[in-house]
């Protein structure tokens, strides 16, 4: 089957995580015989914010993490629109413009392959009228990356035609380090966005890591000068961009991380748990969450990792794990056992053959 997947970008992922999910998904559907083609904007946003801040990501050390992806860019929507010729299922992501959106719908109506929109953000709740703005008349259904998600698609009309489609651990990168090495303090790996969990970040990270005697590594983009005094306050050492591909060596180094999650998807999306877990720990390092409700049974809160539902709790649970290799060992444990049975880039991929398979 030749797949194509319309993308914001496959080569940054500068402040675009869903590029860390589609690189794996598209290798493994690559892996299992099926011809993927990814098409992405040659001036996207995350690519062209990639290099105000940094050279030119390198393709060699894109192409020997992900050998079976080839992106190709287009400069123009009609270009686009030549490049899903002999598609026999077209996936089109949210961070997309409308119009271009629009004209593959109408090209559906011409042609004779499926076409799926993919929607994996908050802005369905946040902001509604921007995911209003899209025409997806010609489309034959939604992937929605949670059931919270799926269920705001079908107020809107699409019941019986939306897909809950969770991300994953892209397994072929994300593991953990064949030579263990020492390990010291914790890491944080996010983007500050917008601030709407700046209070979040003191209170259940910055905070109970200095109160742990924990050194704490920050890596991520979009912090402004505010937030980076809070981190200096607290004692945190900022890193800046890290390429997602070198996550896992980051991981290695540390003996915690931490997930607080945006608002978004504590209130309005809960049961999402965005892909940060799902690396952490498919890199087999130990995991404290701040509180978010896992309504899906994704995992197995308290043994996949550990929940803390305030920031002395978080404390408590941050010095445990330090000081406790037979705590530290029954999480990585678990939570590798948990990726490797359910939610792996080949779990998804073989849903979504099997969701295909149904239009």
């Avoid at 287009?74 to 996936?91: F, H, Q, R």
């Avoid at 019986?160 to 953990?176: I, K, L, M, Q, S």
């Amino acid at each position: 089957m030749k797949i194509v997947y319309v993308t914001h970008s496959l080569r940054s992922c500068w402040n675009h995580g869903n590029a860390h999910f589609l690189r794996g998904v598209l290798s493994e559907l690559a892996a299992q015989g099926h011809e993927v083609l990814s098409i992405e904007a040659e001036a996207n946003w995350s690519l062209q914010n990639l290099l105000l801040e940094r050279e030119a990501p390198s393709d060699t050390a894109f192409r020997k993490s992900y050998p079976l992806l080839k992106p190709v860019t287009y400069s123009a929507e009609d270009e686009a629109l030549t490049l899903l010729d002999g598609a026999d299922l077209v996936m089109v992501h949210e961070w997309n413009e409308p119009s271009l959106v629009a004209a593959i719908g109408r090209a559906r109506a011409r042609g004779s392959f499926r076409l799926l929109f993919h929607d994996t953000h908050h802005r369905a709740v946040s902001d509604p009228d921007a995911i209003r703005r899209f025409d997806l008349d010609g489309y034959d259904g939604v992937l929605a990356f949670g059931a919270t998600l799926a269920r705001v698609y079908e107020g809107w009309g699409w019941r019986g035609r939306v897909h809950v489609w969770h991300e994953a651990a892209d397994t072929r990168v994300f593991r953990p380090p064949e030579i263990e090495q020492a390990r010291g303090g914790a890491v944080w790996i996010g983007n500050w966005g917008d601030g709407e969990r700046s209070e979040e970040l003191e209170s259940m990270l910055l905070a109970p890591a200095q109160r742990a005697g924990l050194p704490l590594d920050i890596h991520g983009v979009r912090y402004p000068e505010h937030a980076l005094v809070m981190l200096r306050a607290h004692g945190a050492r900022y890193h800046g961009w890290l390429p997602n591909m070198r996550t896992p060596q980051v991981f290695a180094r540390h003996l915690v991380t931490v997930h607080v999650p945006r608002r978004f998807y504590t209130t309005h999306l809960p049961g999402i748990p965005t892909i940060r877990v799902f690396e952490a720990l498919a890199c087999g390092i130990p995991l404290v969450s701040a509180e978010w409700t896992d309504s899906e049974g994704l995992f197995t809160p308290g043994e996949d990792y550990l929940v803390a539902r305030d920031g002395g709790e978080m404390l408590r649970h941050l010095r445990d794990v330090a000081n406790d290799a037979g705590l530290r060992a029954s999480l990585v444990r678990r939570g590798l056992a948990t990726i490797f049975a359910r939610h792996t880039c080949r779990h998804r991929a073989d849903e979504l053959l099997k969701m295909t398979a149904t239009l």
